[in-house]
């Protein structure tokens, strides 16, 4: 297509999902070339009564999840396919106070950091701090981890957008609502160092309003957690539960505040990743009520 | 910083005032807010109070008082306009409260409260203190004149938006992933919906730095978006609504979703003149 997207396009139906987040899993065919795999984890059991989580149903998710996406029958080789015990393993997590990557995530992945042999002097966690930090100047891998959620300027915040502490200015890259921000995944402190990315849809935003693009109303619990080592993929397979859940929701085809091209841009523009669903071998574990993809 | 924000109460129903106060500007939003900046600095944002009120003995749940300088109170209904979806509480010049969030605009002033942790907790302080900020804000200044020029009948209240940015129109009505009607800091658009006779229609708005802009505004949106509508600028589209668009002086004015060509010429021709 040629020209600028309209309302018009969707009127005739020649657009379809695709300007939403991509084209929908099976159906057509696939488009020949690389292909990825991304594994969706869930269990409804994952948080308790008082409203914390289960810090045993999440490590029990996110050993299911790893391995399956490595193949291992066992939690320990599976994440040695992503740490080495020499390596030096910055955990990049999310401290946005609204809804932050839940301690116990964390704690989940530092427990089989170690167990892989890791030292724990040689494991950091940090966000914000990650440029002034020594032990993210020198890790040799990173494991990213964070929530999903919508976002006004980039339209999601997913595993792509994580690594935006990595950049001294992060407003530099807010131009064209965050176009290429699969470029700061070029920085010498990034490059190939990511190992492993991880998407909390444990309770995800899917709308936001107001300062803080923050209203309790619109975060679900959907009790998963996507796993894989493309982020770009991650973030496709995130942002497509996140538009069936708004039309879900809202009853119609409510565009994001700002569509979420740099998904799309990260595999087309940049060859980061790929963002074609039918490039994505989806694997789903766990329960399938209002699993939505 | 100014008395106005010396005189906010730094207790509320038992909540405190914890840490310092904070002021952010136009170069240091980014600072503060991960996730709406921009926003803000598509309208005339000059700064931000920010205050946090927590209960004795206890970091959450917590209020954030965020107070937004928005230059004029036509801004200041601009940025409350661009994400209003709650029934009004009847704070301020118009508010709304839900999901944790309070907003509301008085002056040029904008306000937000929102609420980190237990929302229910804190919702009758957050009301208290918000009629506190309320009571302290000079009343001057009514909104837009553009928006004084909408036709009344059938008139969304709620659904009326000001803004200089094409991310909001597309928030509210998908036009299209391009700029297409040139809308940015040097144009201000307003939106509208109605009810009308069974039908939906919405009314746009922009008003160009010139005439000769909103010429060339207007005829690129019907080239890209409706060639078909000819010198009418009027067009039967795919979903059997009808759109019709005009230029006159320096606005340029839309109608989508009109249930005929009548109905959308109704709805512009009641477009009250400048100035009155």
Known sequence: MSGPVTRRDFMKGTIGVAIAGGTAFGGLQAPSGKTTRVVLVRNDRVWLAGGALDPAVVQGMLDEAVMKLTGEGDVRAAFRHFVKSDDVVGVKSNVWRMLPTPRELENAILARVRQAGVPAERIGVDDRGVLGNPLFRNATAIINVRPMRTHYWSGVGGCLKNMITFTPRPSDYHGDSCADMASFWKLPLVAGKVKLNILSMLNPLFHGRGPHHFDQRYVWRYNGLLVGTDPVAVDAVGLAIIQAKRRSFFGDERALQTPPKHIELADRRHGLGIADLRRIELIRLGSSTDILI | ?276
């Open chain 2, 1 to 276: 910083m100014s008395g106005f924000y010396r005189s906010l109460p730094e207790q509320v129903q038992g909540w405190r005032k914890a840490g310092p106060d904070e002021t952010y500007d136009r170069r240091t939003l980014f600072d503060y807010i991960d996730g709406g900046a921009e926003l803000y600095l598509t309208y005339d944002f000059r700064n931000v109070f920010v205050r946090r009120y927590q209960r004795e003995g206890s970091t959450e749940p917590e209020i954030v008082l965020d107070v937004y300088d928005m230059g004029t109170a036509d801004e200041a209904f601009g940025i409350f306009s661009a994400e209003c979806e709650d029934e009004p509480v009847g704070i301020g010049r118009d508010s709304e409260y839900g999901g944790g969030l309070l907003r509301f605009w008085k002056s040029r002033y904008f306000v937000s409260l929102v609420v980190i942790g237990d929302a229910r907790e804190a919702e009758a302080a957050m009301l208290e203190l918000a009629r506190s900020v309320a009571a302290e804000l000079p009343d001057e200044g009514d909104g837009p004149r553009l928006a004084a020029r909408l036709p009344r009948a059938g008139l969304n209240a709620r659904e009326i938006r000001y803004f200089h940015s094409p991310n909001v129109l597309n928030n509210h009505y998908f036009l299209s992933d391009d700029n297409i009607l040139g809308i940015g800091r040097d144009t201000s658009a307003i939106l509208a919906k109605y009810d009308r006779d069974g039908a939906r229609p919405v009314l746009l708005m922009v008003q160009y730095p010139s005439p000769a802009r909103a010429e060339t505004a207007l005829a690129g949106f019907l080239k890209i978006y409706m060639p078909e509508a000819g010198a009418a600028g009027l067009a039967k589209l795919e979903n059997g609504r009808w759109t019709m668009a005009r230029v006159r002086g320096d606005l340029v004015t839309i109608v989508f979703e009109a249930s005929s060509a009548e109905q959308a010429g109704k709805l512009l021709s009641e477009i009250a003149p400048a100035g009155r």
